[in-house]
């Protein structure tokens, strides 16, 4: 529902559905913007973080998305699990998962910068102003950096959030 507290899979479940760029962006672009890629580390089932990031969502998005005049579709990131150790632990057939680490891993393919993100209050444990290199505004930064921008985009981006909300992104948002 609208405005309840989401766990961090059912959001990024939301962003397979409506994209990453919230509803003021969602006028901007041709067409949502969607995560390509996410890694998991050794604690990792396909299976389970299908149905955890975008499958569930199957049924939802035929009902909801099908008279939308935006594009939204639902997105199926490459799932990856990586082999590098982040922590120091055996895993063995028989032992339960433990999600006792809350740091996340960020980076992205355009500069290659690297960020790891406090979970519990997401801020940047890297960076010094605590601003994590994922926030809105860097990620606003980036895209004024790499892209010519629209003329309602050459502003800051409290300008930006004050452009129209999409009902269109609303209405799936809140169903």
Same mark, same amino acid.
């Given at each position: 529902?609208? $405005?309840?507290?989401?766990?961090?899979?059912?959001?990024?479940?939301?962003?397979?559905?409506?994209?990453?760029?919230? *509803?003021?962006?969602?006028?901007?672009?041709?067409?949502?913007?969607?995560?390509?890629?996410?890694?998991? $580390?050794?604690? =990792?089932?396909?299976?389970?973080?299908? +149905?955890?990031?975008?499958?569930?969502?199957?049924?939802?998005?035929?009902?909801?998305?099908?008279? *939308?005049?935006?594009? =939204? +579709?639902?997105?199926?990131?490459?799932?990856?699990?990586?082999?590098?150790? =982040?922590?120091?632990?055996?895993?063995?057939?028989?032992?339960?998962?433990?999600?006792?680490?809350? &740091?996340?891993?960020?980076?992205?393919?355009?500069? $290659?910068?690297?960020?790891?993100?406090?979970?519990?209050?997401?801020?940047?444990?890297?960076?010094?102003? $605590?601003? *994590?290199?994922?926030?809105?505004? &860097?990620?606003?930064?980036?895209?004024?950096?790499?892209?010519? @921008?629209? @003329? &309602?985009?050459?502003?800051?981006?409290?300008?930006?959030?004050?452009? @129209?909300?999409?009902?269109?992104?609303?209405?799936?948002?809140?169903?």
């Amino acid at each position: 529902n609208f $405005g309840s507290i989401l766990s961090c899979s059912a959001k990024i479940a939301h962003w397979n559905l409506l994209g990453v760029q919230g *509803s003021s962006l969602v006028s901007v672009f041709e067409s949502p913007v969607y995560i390509s890629a996410i890694v998991v $580390g050794r604690k =990792f089932s396909r299976v389970h973080l299908r +149905r955890a990031l975008c499958c569930r969502l199957q049924d939802y998005k035929n009902s909801v998305c099908k008279d *939308s005049p935006i594009k =939204f +579709r639902l997105n199926h990131p490459s799932m990856l699990c990586t082999s590098v150790k =982040f922590d120091n632990k055996i895993i063995t057939q028989t032992c339960t998962a433990k999600f006792a680490a809350v &740091e996340s891993i960020c980076w992205n393919r355009h500069d $290659g910068n690297i960020d790891i993100i406090d979970g519990t209050k997401g801020v940047s444990i890297l960076q010094k102003s $605590g601003v *994590s290199l994922v926030a809105r505004s &860097e990620l606003f930064k980036l895209y004024k950096k790499i892209l010519t @921008p629209s @003329p &309602e985009l050459d502003s800051s981006l409290p300008d930006v959030k004050r452009l @129209p909300k999409s009902l269109a992104y609303s209405k799936v948002k809140s169903s």
